[in-house]
């Protein structure tokens, strides 16, 4: 935990300074072609995160990020316009980057589930696939405004997910998990069975278009081309800090203060008038909401979708995010979606080895960082308050 | 329907559930001492049958010719080196996050259950794709109608019963057992007795895995085939059992095991549209079972304290 | 004058065991009562069965004249029925003072709109609770008046008493249940205890207490009036000399039965 | 900075110089794709496609005659189509690959294919065997060297019904592998006319337990298993098969010709059927080559029954840009008049949508542990018979 009582608010210095080596860091390893280069630049990653732990800059680093958060945020809106910027040609580069925007927006409805209230879902990427679909239905069969699709595929996901309610109430713990798990299962089995939803073939996804600008075009500007993906890029990101921004004063507020307070002890809880009930439906449905939003949008990105996407696996890498970057801290969640999306992708060479050295890499971090990369601080319901 | 045809598809679904069964328990006995969940229990089971098959291999090529002979070999060291894998695992991954959530161990448990998984499927020779099992056992079947009854599966059913029946007399009749039942009732007072905890825990986690590798020797008999990720699919399916049995009773364990085949085999013979439904049919009821029974069939003794 | 708290006949078993037997219990607008009694003779299950945490099996509990009996366990804290627990129950990684604020549950906007959108009023109601936080600790222990943000985890066990009986009274209740306050505290720190909860109450007179307790030392000096249980049945009801005095009690208490 | 360090450092520049100097005077580089499922349950069949492509590679770079230097960029699709489309993606935005050997499975190759149009990027689809894949839309960029499921289950059919069999039960996986070929034998066979279906049933890809299904078959007591999916489910079925005492020939499709199958079965193989296109590589002069070749290389694992599908693919690529230059349009532009091309697995010819028209079927048959060319089988002499083989 860091020292919330200290009156001086922190420097800002060494949350821009970190910040500014953080992008500088991601454009080069995205940039990176070699494997040599690659690997050399992880190492690298590797050496001077754990250098700065042990050095205790780290503690500096998110003392001044929790004073300054607005202004530190905002910068970090800054420097990924800025990284997108460079990338404007490179449309795998931007897809990777809007897939890490996304699967952070879907963690942060994890986040909420279960960082906050406490209930598992070990069913994310179902969810996530619910909006995918609705994207596909809705912008096939009907002339449903793409951008109100979003919210569509987001209340969707909840309705489905609200089916499980009741079990999902009425069991704790490793109980809860099995409804989840059921689900996920029952879930890709059912898509790749029924043959409505295109069966294992999947459906295609017409994508983005917002009155007449369609998203799925290069953009020709000036003898520059920027890809396509430039218009999911901005759509995401805007997404991300509305779904950052909601989940940030979710937690400042008495509604935080409750779904903590449930997943702590819900007998407590009850006995000071909490209503476990009607809080855990409160951060289910939200939850899946951000994970179906951020479906319908990755749907249209993707331009497919299948079953194959959305398996236990999938879900399973979701819920590892959250650990990794650590239960409860949004910050946490976004840079432990770019390490797990975008350091399988750029060990291409190991191939084969890929999923044994990220399981690997896992099993290392629950054991020697079992809080996650950013442990949540204490809460502080206005950053730069003092009394 | 012709009773012939129902003694088979009872047969199948009594080997299915045995298998079942024998993961789900390994899964409550964690659960019992330590209130962990393994998640790689079940590619613990892929290792053991593996490790089976290499000693067969290894066995062969030295020139051993017994079935039975060559069948308690590979029991032996398949049983014996699982359990020492249970017991590092214990050791090394388990037993260091017991302060960490419980989320935590699942998780890191589930990555070593990649690990596991990945490794069979890079290192071992050819482990990408499926293996014959040898069929060791006597193969004799009588035809009765449309039932084929065969002798290799009544002796794989009846091994499976004794050593249920086995754990049970270990668990209720010995000093063993009432060590692992009163560290599995309440650590603290375990202790104060005389206990040695870690110890317990230890061998508890190698009785476990020592069950997997006799489950997963036993799927390599039936099926004759074995691949990397039989592990992936019977450890879900018996972790599920033993949640809709009920974590920490064995009996419940033993219940979910059969519970589970016996809906995946009804799922397929009265949804003759579609028997790939049958998977769907089979969840779909554990969540209803988990609506209905929140912790599982038999219940969980908790007194909560407040 | 109407009991404020009024048990009768409350029977609640927990499989062959008996635990509250019968129970009749009357409790007086501002008393202090004492409840106790050996081991499992059924105090703690008392407070669980009036505060919805249990149900009971036969019998009524009226609060204020309403009866409570199947309330869930928010209706009772609504009704104006705070606890605190035998075994600390703190929500260990969140700060002091989102723990008291767990207690102020019914007086907090609880609208997804007000916390969510209105920042501004949010604020000022966020602000006016740590005051009257603040005020509420500063009358325990001063020194943690300041460090308000603080996690609990780091405290000592007195700190964390200070802090749950802080919880049960932000909410202003009625009727307070102080089911073993002394636990794992010295003689000391339990005397000093006391002392800050009469000075609560001498601050508002309305407020009733219930304590269970073994120290009984504690009972003498704070209580108005004793109760003692055995095998989940009143055995004896009165000041605490008087009770302390009655052959009965001290046969339950040496065991002889 | 010492002097030793200087000279130290000027003799590193020097050498740079040099090295920048000597890559001068070697050939142009230029960089091909393959992707394929390098992980996962038909990883091996992924590994096989790699290895042939990297051979086709191999070969060429050895030659002194050939104009640049290949590089292969190998990308894993894992069979997944959200997967595919991100490796595709990946590959297509990489304007330095010039064109790619790309598939063996048909939900990633489908899933792909708009990508690969979207970006220009002319690909060969190497074993992906649904017919949408070229049929769907009429892409330029998208060829294929392999047939469609269409034509082997023509030859499927026709073969079972030739044999006598009447009743026929369908086993598919509920992938879009074996809903479709499911699809197309059912109508196939029902265009003969002779035989029947009897029972059809769908199971899951990752599914270990077939004995439900296999009982409710054995009381339908057909004559054939058909069977549409991949080697891992069809060692457990025929294994399953054998346990329930169902007497049934298995009739597969191409996605259980491949050396795992026999190994994972042993003796029980015998007398399995399966069909795939193309002319039987050993057949051909090209193919002696081609497996000669191979196991120089020592590669680990076979080649598998696409990998000359692969190398043909891989040699075909390489052979336009040698002719027309590293340039994305004249490569699909050459590719569109693809006639008669000698390769390994026989003479392609690309129609208007970039299939190989030239529909040749090979027949296999398992006999003593090999898959063996029906016509030179033991089981079409009449030497040996299938059970209930006319």
Redesign the interface.
């Known amino acids: 935990m860091t020292d919330s009582n200290s009156k001086m608010p922190a420097g800002m210095a060494p949350g821009l300074i970190a910040l500014g080596l953080a992008t500088a860091y991601l454009v080069a390893l995205l940039g990176a072609e070699k494997q040599a280069v690659i690997i050399s630049l992880l190492v690298l990653g590797i050496g001077a995160v754990v250098g700065a732990a042990w050095l205790g800059l780290f503690d500096r680093v998110s003392r001044s990020f929790a004073d300054h958060e607005d202004a530190l945020g905002g910068s970090a809106i800054v420097a990924a316009l800025a990284l997108a910027a460079y990338f404007h040609e490179d449309h795998f580069v931007l897809l990777l980057v809007v897939t890490v925007l996304l699967t952070s927006v879907a963690t942060l409805g994890l986040n909420v589930q279960f960082g906050y209230a406490g209930v598992l879902n070990f069913a994310g990427a179902s969810f996530f696939g619910v909006g995918a679909y609705t994207s596909a239905v809705l912008n096939a069969y009907t002339s449903v405004p793409h951008l109100i699709v979003l919210p569509i595929g987001g209340v969707i996901a909840a309705l489905i997910g609200s089916m499980l309610l009741l079990p999902v109430l009425r069991t704790r713990g490793h109980y809860a998990a099995v409804v989840t798990i059921a689900f996920a299962l029952l879930f890709k089995t059912f898509l790749e069975v029924n043959d409505v939803l295109g069966g294992p073939q999947g459906m295609q996804v017409k994508g983005m278009n917002i009155l007449g600008w369609s998203f799925n075009d290069n953009i020709e500007a000036g003898g520059i081309t920027i890809s396509f993906y430039m218009g999911y890029f901005l759509l995401s990101l805007a997404l991300l800090i509305a779904a950052f921004v909601l989940v940030r004063r979710l937690e400042r507020s008495w509604i935080g203060l409750n779904l903590d307070a449930l997943r702590l002890d819900e007998t407590a809880a009850s006995c000071f008038g909490l209503d476990i009930t009607r809080w855990k439906i409160t951060a289910f449905l939200i939850g899946n909401f951000l994970i179906g939003i951020a479906g319908a949008l990755f749907g249209m990105v993707g331009g497919f979708v299948g079953p194959n996407n959305y398996t236990f696996a999938d879900s399973l890498i979701l819920v590892s995010i959250l650990l990794l970057g650590g239960i409860g801290n949004p910050w946490g969640l976004v840079v432990a979606t770019f390490i797990v999306v975008v350091v399988p992708e750029k060990l291409q060479t190991i191939q084969e080895y890929r999923f044994l050295l990220y399981a690997l890499m896992v099993i290392g971090v629950l054991l020697f960082r079992p809080e996650g990369l950013l442990p949540r601080p204490v809460r502080r319901y206005f950053p730069r308050w003092r009394p | 329907m012709?009773l012939g045809?129902f003694a088979?598809?009872t047969m199948?679904g009594l080997?299915?559930g045995m298998m079942y069964a024998l993961v789900a328990v390994g899964f409550t006995l964690f659960?019992g001492v330590l209130d962990v969940?393994k998640f790689s229990h079940g590619d613990v089971l892929t290792v053991g049958s593996f490790t089976a098959l290499a000693t067969f291999v290894g066995l062969s090529a030295l020139g051993l010719h017994s079935n039975w002979l060559a069948l308690l070999a590979m029991l032996v060291v398949a049983t014996l080196a699982m359990a020492f894998l249970g017991m590092l695992i214990a050791r090394y991954?388990v037993m260091?996050?017991r302060s960490?959530?419980?989320?935590?161990t699942?998780?890191?448990t589930?990555?070593?259950g990649?690990?596991l998984r990945?490794?069979v499927?890079?290192f071992y020779p050819?482990g990408?794709?499926?293996?014959?099992f040898p069929a060791l056992l006597p193969r004799a079947?009588v035809?009765i109608g449309?039932f084929?009854l065969?002798l290799d599966n009544v002796l794989m059913l009846s091994a499976g019963v004794l050593v249920i029946v086995g754990l049970q007399y270990l668990l209720n009749r010995t000093k063993l057992g009432l060590a692992i039942r009163a560290v599995a009732q309440d650590e603290e007072t375990a202790r104060t007795m005389g206990i040695n905890f870690t110890g317990i825990v230890l061998i508890t986690f190698a009785l476990g895995s020592g069950l997997a590798a006799f489950a997963g020797v036993m799927n390599g008999l039936?099926?004759?085939?074995i691949?990397f990720?039989?592990g992936?699919?019977?450890g879900?399916i018996g972790?599920?059992a033993a949640?809709?049995g009920g974590?920490g009773s064995i009996y419940g364990a033993i219940l979910g095991g059969f519970l589970f085949a016996g809906l995946?085999?009804v799922g397929?013979?009265l949804l003759p549209f579609?028997?790939?439904?049958?998977?769907?049919f089979a969840?779909?009821v554990?969540?209803?079972i988990?609506?209905w029974r929140?912790?599982?069939l038999i219940r969980e003794k908790i007194?909560?304290?407040? | 004058m109407n009991p404020l708290l009024q048990a009768r006949g409350l029977m609640r078993r927990f499989g062959g065991v008996v635990a509250l037997d019968g129970l009749d219990l009357d409790v007086a607008a501002n008393e202090i009562l004492g409840l106790i009694g050996p081991n499992g003779s059924g105090k703690t299950t008392f407070f669980n069965v009036v505060t919805g945490i249990y149900g009971a099996d036969a019998g009524t509990v009226t609060f204020g004249g309403a009866d409570i009996t199947r309330a869930p366990s928010r209706a009772v804290y609504k009704a104006g029925i705070a606890r605190t627990f035998q075994r600390s129950r703190l929500s260990l990684p969140l700060s002091i003072f989102d723990n008291i604020m767990i207690g102020n549950h019914q007086h907090l906007n609880q609208g997804l709109w007000f916390n969510l959108m209105r920042r501004k009023a949010f604020k000022r109601e966020f602000e006016e609770n740590y005051a009257a936080a603040r005020a509420l600790v500063e009358v325990f222990e001063p020194a943690m008046a300041d460090r308000l943000f603080e996690p609990v985890a780091g405290l000592p066990m007195i700190d964390r008493r200070r802090i749950e009986i802080c919880r049960a009274l932000i909410s202003a209740p009625k009727l307070l249940l102080l089911d073993e306050p002394s636990a794992g505290m010295t003689h000391e720190e339990t005397a000093e205890l006391m002392d800050d909860i009469l000075l609560v109450r001498e601050r508002n007179k309305n407020l009733t207490i219930i304590i269970v307790e073994h120290e009984m030392g504690v009972i003498e000096r704070i209580t108005d009036r004793c109760v003692v249980l055995n095998f989940g049945r009143k055995i004896a009801d009165g000041p605490y000399r008087e009770v302390a005095a009655d052959p009965q009690v001290q046969e339950a208490y040496l065991g002889v039965a | 900075m010492g002097k030793t360090s200087r000279i130290a450092a000027a003799g590193l520049a020097a050498a740079i110089v040099a090295l920048a100097g000597a890559s001068a005077d070697a050939k142009q580089k230029v960089k091909v794709g393959f992707i394929g499922p390098l992980t996962g349950g038909v990883s091996v069949n992924g590994i096989g496609g790699r290895n042939s492509a990297d051979l086709a590679v191999r070969l060429r770079n050895a030659d002194p005659k050939s104009k640049y230097e290949y590089e292969m960029v190998v990308l894993d699709s894992e069979c997944k189509p959200n997967v595919a489309v991100q490796v595709a993606t990946k590959m297509a935005a990489d304007k330095e690959i010039i064109a790619g050997a790309t598939h063996y499975c048909s939900v990633a190759a489908i899933a792909a294919v708009d990508t690969y149009h979207k970006f220009g990027f002319p690909v060969i689809v190497w074993g992906a065997v649904l017919p949408d894949i070229t049929y769907r839309n009429k892409y330029p960029e998208i060829h294929r060297v392999n047939g469609t499921m269409i034509n082997q289950n023509d030859a499927n059919a026709a073969l079972i019904s030739s044999l006598g069999y009447k009743t026929v039960a369908v086993i598919h996986d509920t992938t879009d592998y074996g809903k479709g070929h499911n699809e197309y034998f059912s109508k196939a066979l029902a265009k003969i006319g002779k035989a029947k279906i009897v029972g059809t049933f769908g199971v899951t890809a990752d599914q270990q337990d077939f004995t439900a299904e296999l009982t409710k078959i054995k009381a339908l007591n057909p004559d054939v298993i058909y069977f549409g999916g991949l080697t891992p489910i069809g060692v457990r079925i025929r294994s399953q098969m054998d346990k329930l005492g169902v007497k049934a020939v298995l009739d597969g499709t191409s996605g259980i010709v491949s050396d795992a199958f026999i190994q994972g079965l042993g003796p029980l193989a015998e007398g399995t059927l399966a069909f795939r296109e193309g002319a039987p590589v050993e057949k051909l002069p090209g193919g002696k080559f081609f497996m000669e070749n191979y196991n120089k290389q020592k590669y680990d694992g076979a080649p598998e029954a696409y990998g000359p599908f692969a190398f043909a693919a891989m040699d075909m690529i390489i052979d336009t840009i040698e002719k027309v230059g590293p340039d994305r349009k004249k490569v699909i532009a050459a590719l569109a008049n693809v006639k008669d091309r000698d390769s390994i697995v026989g003479k392609i010819t690309f129609d208007d949508h970039g299939q190989n028209t030239v529909p040749v079927i090979t027949k296999y048959v398992v006999q003593d542990g090999k898959f063996v060319e029906w016509a030179d089988s033991e089981y079409a002499s009449g030497k040996r018979k299938l059970p209930g083989q006319k």
Request: charged fraction near 15%; proline fraction near 7%; glycine fraction near 2%.
């Open positions: 012709d045809l088979q598809y199948n080997m299915l659960f969940i991954l260091p996050l960490a959530p419980p989320l935590n699942l998780l890191i589930l990555m070593l990649t690990v990945e490794c499927r890079l050819q990408a794709n499926p293996k014959p079947s035809d449309e084929n065969r039936y099926y004759n085939e691949n990720g039989i992936l699919y019977l879900v972790f599920a949640i809709i974590l995946q085999t397929t013979v579609a028997s790939a439904y049958k998977d769907v969840f779909a554990v969540i209803a988990m609506a929140p912790t599982g007194s909560e304290r407040v």
